[in-house]
């Protein structure tokens, strides 16, 4: 089974800078990796897929990037509504693993 | 709009069964894989389960198969999660998913969850 490895576990950030969240996966998983937020309280939120691709709805703010083991989420300049918990996931084998999570919290 | 709600959590004891259903509206149920992922309390997510969209081909999670089965009305546009002999391990929030077109594996809607706690 792959298993995903985030860092960091939590990441301490101010309104307006910009956050770097990190994925890396045990095995090649291609460039088949996905990107949830999940708000306190509520369900997970589809941010990126297959590594780059933003789902519908999803700010420009948000950006994905890697291919291979190392995959990285971008968001440019952080807004109040994005601090929250960060879940990668693989597809390239099942079963359809998840990172532990990121944390992103306000400084 | 796309809307997934379940129902079906509660509180069980170690060693019984409880069977979670999630309604489906908002787009056409039959066509797509869906799948249960659950969340232990202040833990990550873990998925569960995925059946595909006629019901025929299912696939488990190591820490669940032989003890839960998911299926599907989809006459009546409903997943279901049959779970027996649950553990204390088994407490979570569950929460069902519509996986996204062209991109298997991916989730793309999910329902807000069900909390299944269980514990004597």
């Known amino acids: 089974e792959i298993v995903l490895t985030q860092s960091p576990a939590t990441l301490s950030l101010s309104p307006g800078e910009r956050a770097t969240l990190s994925c890396r996966a045990s095995q090649s998983i291609n460039n088949f990796l996905a990107w949830y937020q999940q708000r306190p309280g509520q369900a997970p939120r589809l941010l990126i897929y297959?590594?780059?691709n933003r789902a519908t709805g999803i700010p420009a703010r948000f950006s994905g990037s890697g291919s291979g083991t190392d995959f990285t989420l971008t968001i440019s300049s952080l807004e109040p509504e994005d601090f929250a918990v960060y879940y990668c996931?693989?597809?390239?084998?099942?079963?359809?693993?998840f990172g532990q999570g990121t944390k992103l919290e306000i400084k | 709009e796309v809307q997934l709600v379940e129902a079906g959590g509660g509180l069980v004891q170690p060693g019984g069964s409880l069977r979670l259903s999630c309604a489906a509206s908002?787009?056409?149920?039959?066509?797509?894989?869906m799948h249960w992922v659950r969340q232990a309390p202040g833990k990550g997510l873990e998925w569960v389960s995925r059946i595909n969209s006629d019901g025929s081909s299912t696939s488990y999670a190591d820490s669940v198969k032989g003890r839960f089965t998911i299926s599907r009305d989809n006459a009546e546009n409903t997943l279901y999660l049959q779970m027996n002999s649950l553990r204390d391990e088994d407490t979570a929030v569950y929460y069902c998913?519509?996986?996204?077109?062209?991109?298997?594996?991916?989730?793309?809607?999910w329902g807000q969850g069900t909390l299944v706690t269980v514990s004597s």
């Open positions: 998913g519509r996986d996204f077109p062209m991109v298997r594996g991916v989730i793309v809607d």
């Open positions: 996931q693989q597809r390239s084998n099942w079963p359809p693993v």
């Open positions: 297959d590594a780059s």
């Open positions: 908002g787009f056409t149920f039959s066509t797509y894989w």
